[in-house]
């Protein structure tokens, strides 16, 4: 732990010094980290990964996918509102790409709610929760049934660039007003408390209907589909593909991903201080991370509880999570997912805090089972 917080104090000295020894940098704002245009050549990254494609590189269009393709895993399913569709164009746009499998979970999107009931910037900064139309659409009676509009709404057209889907938290400015049209609208309105439930800390997977007709009801009985549409992750967005078969939708993902940036430094000396000094000096470098980001400064005494909340944060989407409970204990038993992750919690043992051994490994030796960890 001494040696994770030497090196740590050794980097974050160089990059307040202006980087002359080890190249460390830190941007000044937190929007800057993840702009395109900073992808390549990004300052922040203490290590990073880019990938190449093109004739010479694969020797066919399948190669493509042996790319970054960490731009398939966070976009909702925008595409199953009418006024969207997925086609060749839209892909190659940063905000296009094909629907992903990862959802924020409540847990998750309640650590950008601060102490005085604002979000913390890093939140609009991070995740997308507004699309444009890209074709022109008219609302039917069977999607403004479904969507729990009003009849009024019948006929009214969006036009391909006009607003078509937005996701609204309660701490957004404009959620009061915004919420007063989530049944009148021409664009499709998501209330956070239609998708996502406090008392349950989980996703809300049925629906009780303001505007009752045909098999749409009041009781809650209905699938619910507004939690198709959530907050999606656009740090790995991505506008810089090699586009190796057009027709196909074969599209290369040229950015980098980041493995380690000088951000998490700060956060790894603030944890080590925990351990080695009672956190003394924690709470200076975790506020470094929160200044940079615009966010309230925390006060008191630093907990690791505090530190792996702000690595929820400012890391979200980076690969880390896994270890970062793993290695603060929160696998040892239920615990922690039950208050975080109740619907995860009831699958939960202990055994699953180390991962399976790959099964091509160990079927290529005659005594493999005995390399298996445990519950697998």
Not at 9 to 14: E, M, P, S, V, Y
Not at 32 to 49: P, R
Not at 132 to 145: F, G, I, L, P, R
Not at 280 to 293: D, F, L, S
Request: hydrophobic share 30%; net charge negative.
């Amino acid at each position: 732990m001494q040696e994770a917080l030497d090196a740590a104090k050794k980097l974050i000295t160089d990059c307040e010094t202006g980087g002359g020894k080890y190249n460390t940098y830190m941007y000044p704002s937190y929007s800057e980290v993840f702009k395109e245009s900073n992808n390549w050549e990004n300052k922040e990254a203490l290590w990073k990964h880019r990938w190449y494609a093109g004739a010479d590189g694969h020797g066919s269009s399948n190669g493509n996918y042996k790319l970054n393709r960490n731009d398939e895993y966070f976009l909702c399913n925008i595409n199953k509102f009418g006024a969207r569709e997925d086609n060749q164009e839209t892909r190659l746009t940063w905000e296009g790409s094909v629907t992903g499998i990862f959802m924020p979970t409540q847990h998750l999107l309640s650590l950008y709610v601060q102490k005085d009931g604002t979000l913390d910037p890093r939140f609009h900064e991070s995740f997308t929760t507004e699309w444009n139309a890209n074709k022109n659409y008219t609302w039917d009676e069977s999607a403004v049934h479904m969507y729990d509009k009003e009849e009024t709404v019948i006929g009214k057209a969006l036009n391909k660039g006009d607003l078509a889907i937005k996701f609204i938290m309660p701490q957004d400015i404009d959620y009061a007003t915004e919420k007063q049209k989530e049944h009148i609208s021409d664009y499709l309105l998501i209330d956070y408390h239609h998708v996502y439930s406090d008392d349950n800390n989980n996703v809300n997977m049925n629906y009780a209907y303001t505007n009752v007709t045909g098999n749409y009801k009041n009781d809650g009985t209905n699938e619910n589909q507004f939690r198709y549409y959530y907050p999606s992750l656009n740090k790995h967005n991505s506008s810089n593909y090699y586009v190796a078969n057009a027709s196909k939708q074969r599209n290369g993902n040229l950015n980098a991903t980041f493995i380690m940036r000088m951000a998490e430094v700060y956060l790894i000396a603030a944890e080590a201080d925990i351990y080695l000094n009672g956190g003394a000096n924690a709470a200076g470098y975790i506020n470094k991370v929160r200044e940079r980001a615009g966010a309230n400064p925390l006060t008191g005494s630093i907990t690791v509880r505090d530190i792996l909340d702000e690595r929820g944060r400012e890391l979200c989407g980076e690969y880390c999570r896994f270890y970062d409970l793993k290695r603060t204990g929160m696998f040892k038993d239920s615990e922690y997912l039950e208050n975080t992750h109740p619907d995860l919690a009831r699958f939960f043992h202990p055994n699953y805090a180390l991962r399976p051994i790959s099964t091509t490994f160990t079927a290529t030796i005659t005594n493999g089972s005995e390399y298996q960890n445990p519950g697998y």
